[in-house]
């Protein structure tokens, strides 16, 4: 749903990056105007090429990026100089291809840390991919997956209050469409992300490319933008490795003639608000299809004294393996969620974020509920009923540590054998 925003286009195509994959591994998303961008990026101190060379473009373009090229199958990391020349190659082709400045194009990679870019392969097919481009965002998103079993897109749309009277036409040169986020919304919003493994908060492992038509400043949609991952991506985790090439970025294209959102107010909330949605969907998307995964786990925490509290120690539960085995094998260990909860760490030394006198855990699921744990101790329950309770796809981790506002949400998945298998054999 990457092209439902007014202007956007995609395309994906095979170029054999990797030795023996017959799959596509090259996409290329684009506006048709120009944009203003933000994005994140990893905290890994190891960085792909490509996170350096996007970084450097963003900055250097004043956040004015309308392209993004990437590449799955090789990450383009601890490559050296051979290794960003070929990131940089790779804009440069595609900048080349639509008549754009280098800086107008961001790169992503994503696959075996270590080997070098085949760049020739991608410039054999570069103007291939741009003859590709279309309204689809299907090839593109094939073209970025790895691991992954599913595909992962969404779409929103808002109308801000500014424009809750108007109801916008098709941009020029672009045909009028109907779209999941609603046809009458002002302004869509539309996604497509992989991530499967090698998923941690700070950033959770992905490419995430977001569009959107609003008219927006670059400042106010990196703000809009840092606010949405820090409750959605740096929520997630699967395994507790992060990688070396995570971004997520959004590009807004103005299309949607809505008055440009240049200082904060309800339209700028709004527009945040739908954001902060759409990637807390693709959250729950990539936490479904974690390596190996059969079960999808949504960690609440209320009653801490702030939201970062209740964040931190709700990752910390969705990223025990022990909590992640359990739910495995639907067995009601509820011992192991205290556990996790009381060696999460604050973010400064000082006072300790709950008291273990005050919790209480909820295990949930399409089947029912059922409350394990009161007041930190034992609360009598059916073992038989919470596991027919556990055994749903979805699962949901309730805990209340206090009386507190601070309120958030983590997402996580299982730990299964074919976390193991998968990642055995990665390099095969």
Request: contains cysteine; aromatic residues 4%.
């Amino acid at each position: 749903m990457v092209c439902a925003p007014r202007g956007f286009k995609a395309a994906g195509l095979w170029t054999g990056i990797k030795a023996g994959a017959v799959k596509r591994d090259l996409a290329l998303i684009c506006s048709e105007r120009p944009c203003t961008a933000a994005a994140v990026f990893t905290t890994n101190r190891v960085k792909a090429a490509s996170i350096i060379v996007s970084r450097e473009h963003l900055e250097q373009s004043g956040g004015r990026v309308r392209a993004v090229i990437a590449n799955s199958g090789n990450a383009n990391a601890c490559t050296g100089a051979a290794g960003l020349a070929a990131a940089r190659r790779m804009a440069a082709l595609a900048a080349e291809q639509l008549g754009i400045d280098p800086k107008e194009v961001a790169v992503a990679s994503t696959g075996v840390i270590g080997v070098p870019l085949p760049i020739e392969k991608i410039e054999a097919r570069a103007a291939d991919l741009i003859a590709g481009l279309s309204l689809s965002h299907d090839n593109a998103l094939e073209a970025i997956m790895t691991t992954d079993t599913r595909k992962k897109t969404a779409a929103a749309g808002v109308t801000l209050p500014s424009m809750a009277s108007q109801k916008p036409g098709p941009a020029a040169g672009t045909p009028d469409r109907q779209t999941s986020a609603g046809p009458d919304a002002a302004i869509q919003m539309g996604a497509m992300a992989k991530g499967s493994g090698m998923i941690h908060p700070n950033m959770a492992t992905m490419i995430c490319i977001i569009t959107t038509d609003a008219a927006i400043t670059a400042p106010l949609l990196d703000r809009a933008l840092r606010r949405a991952v820090n409750r959605s991506f740096n929520r997630l985790t699967v395994d507790g490795d992060m990688s070396t090439n995570d971004i997520a970025l959004i590009m807004a294209n103005g299309a949607a003639g809505n008055a440009p959102i240049e200082s904060e107010g309800p339209d700028y909330e709004a527009f945040a608000a739908a954001l902060e949605g759409l990637c807390v969907n693709l959250t729950r998307q990539m936490a479904r299809d974690g390596e190996g995964a059969g079960r999808l786990l949504t960690v609440t925490v209320q009653g801490a004294a702030r939201e970062e509290d209740a964040a931190l120690l709700a990752r910390t539960v969705a990223g025990s393996n022990l909590v992640k085995a359990a739910c495995f094998g639907a067995d009601a260990n509820w011992g192991r969620v205290l556990c996790a909860l009381g060696y999460a760490k604050p973010g400064g030394a000082g006072d300790a974020l709950f008291e273990p006198e005050a919790v209480s855990v909820v295990f949930a699921s399409a089947a029912g509920a059922i409350q394990v744990c009161g007041n930190g101790e034992s609360f009598l329950f059916s073992e038989r009923e919470a596991k027919r309770i556990l055994m749903e796809e979805e699962i949901d981790i309730d805990v209340t540590v206090g009386t507190g506002p601070g309120r958030a949400q983590a997402w996580g998945c299982d730990l299964t054998y074919d976390y193991v298998r998968i990642n055995g054999d990665y390099r095969s």
